[in-house]
């Protein structure tokens, strides 16, 4: 997974154009309940209910969706297993009730991660920050937040750029030449970003900028039948969770 | 070490936001302040933050696994500063969930608290301690980013203890628990990133011919 690729899907994803209303309120709704309700049953409901909107609606790719997965559950196994063992006076033990509290970790952590990757996967990171905005988050850093946005993409291609030529001469041949490498790239990335953002505070400059970037947005407006009918689900999986 | 979405239980989550607010808004404030003096100063902010961003999906050669990837904390500190980090820190985190699923938005706050906040401030103080008794940049340097990237690492493994106790020996026994079952990664991790560090800081400091330049890589966006 490089930096720009999650960003890629959901750029070109069907969802795309969704109103970003409904999608916040999808993957911010469950994963609210997802961690207060209880992880028995309430975060199988959660699971199933994201996982049916992400492939079933939102026709995410089940094999991109293993692969942004892995990163997280590669935290989950040790973060999980820990809760198995004890640390007694008399050593290392199995701890009673761990299996249990493991399991129940595992699916509130599981459907949480269901929730976030269907937000990754269906909304560019661009418009969930400039959506921020109407949660009060003070202009100055929203701007901030959108300008490094741009250059993200802009400064990893470097990055790469300069990655793929060091190891084309050998620069990861060894571990100590690698980490070299990789420091020289951060060495040379620095400047270069400085100077684009002076080009580029240069140029707006010239074009009148005041620190503020207006940009025309055409997105649908979300309806409020299907908020309404998000809610309505959301109740449901909260009532069902509390209930059984 | 980022803590994934949904791994702390609601009202920790709510807790640690808590806890990582006042330092964020402090450092929003002072952002608000230097924009408000200089507002091409957004440029050079926005283009730290993704500097910062880009510097943390790099991969590095870690001892014990295939590869890692450095944090940028003790760097971000020592040429930024930690109040400025504190925001950049947390818009990181943000776009790291975000476009790569790393860590969460649940954990957001204790994940910033870890890293944009305890990594950045000890990383900073033992740059400045280190120069002020006289140690040679090279060291300062290895220090600070080394020390920052372990105190994260504690940190990190106190806040999870403090979400699951062990149920024998408590708070103190989770964290022991917490601490050696992530010590594998992460200590070589400091001591690689301690050492990237000093690369970086010597590679570019062949790169400031002139004082201008000197200028705006020691502080100009503090």
Known sequence: MSIASLDRIASTGRWRNRPLAEKALIGLGFLILAVTLPPWPGAVFVTAAMLAVTFGLARVSVKLWLAIAALPLGFLIPGSLVLLVQLGPEGIGLAPGGAQEAALLVLRALAATTCLIFLATTTPAADLVAGLRRFGLPSEIVEIALLMYRFVFILAEEATAMTVAQRARLGHSTRARWLRSTGQVIAALLPRAMARARRLEVGLAARGWQGEMRVLSDRARASWLSLGAILAAQAAVAILGMLL | ?222
């Not at chain 2, 985190?93 to 938005?105: E, K, N, S, T, V």
């Not at chain 2, 980013?145 to 999870?160: F, K, N, R, S």
């Not at chain 2, 070589?188 to 011919?209: C, R």
């Open chain 2, 1 to 222: 070490m980022h803590i994934m979405e949904g791994y702390l239980p609601a009202s920790h989550a709510i807790g640690w936001y808590a806890v990582s607010a006042p330092f964020f808004v402090a450092g929003a404030l002072k952002i608000r302040k230097i924009v408000a003096e200089r507002p091409e100063a957004r440029m050079t902010l926005a283009a730290s933050g993704a500097f910062a961003f880009v510097l943390s999906a790099l991969k590095i050669p870690s001892v014990t696994g295939s590869c890692s990837h450095p944090t940028g904390t003790g760097l971000g500190a020592i040429i930024f500063g930690p109040s400025v980090m504190a925001v950049l820190g947390v818009i990181v985190l943000l776009f790291q969930a975000l476009l790569l699923a790393h860590g969460g938005l649940t954990t957001l706050g204790a994940n910033a608290f870890s890293m944009a906040i305890v990594g950045p401030w000890v990383a900073w103080g033992i740059w400045k301690l280190g120069r002020g008794v006289g140690l040679s940049v090279a060291f300062s340097v290895f220090f600070a980013a080394m020390l920052g990237d372990l105190a994260t690492y504690v940190t990190t493994a106190l806040q999870l203890a403090l979400a699951y106790p062990d149920p024998a020996s408590g708070f103190i026994g989770a964290a022991v628990k917490f601490g050696s079952i992530f010590a594998f990664t992460q200590v070589p991790l400091a001591i690689v990133e301690g050492l990237l560090t000093v690369i970086v800081m010597d590679a570019l400091a062949g790169k400031v011919p002139d004082d201008q330049k000197l200028r705006i890589l020691a502080g100009e966006a503090r």
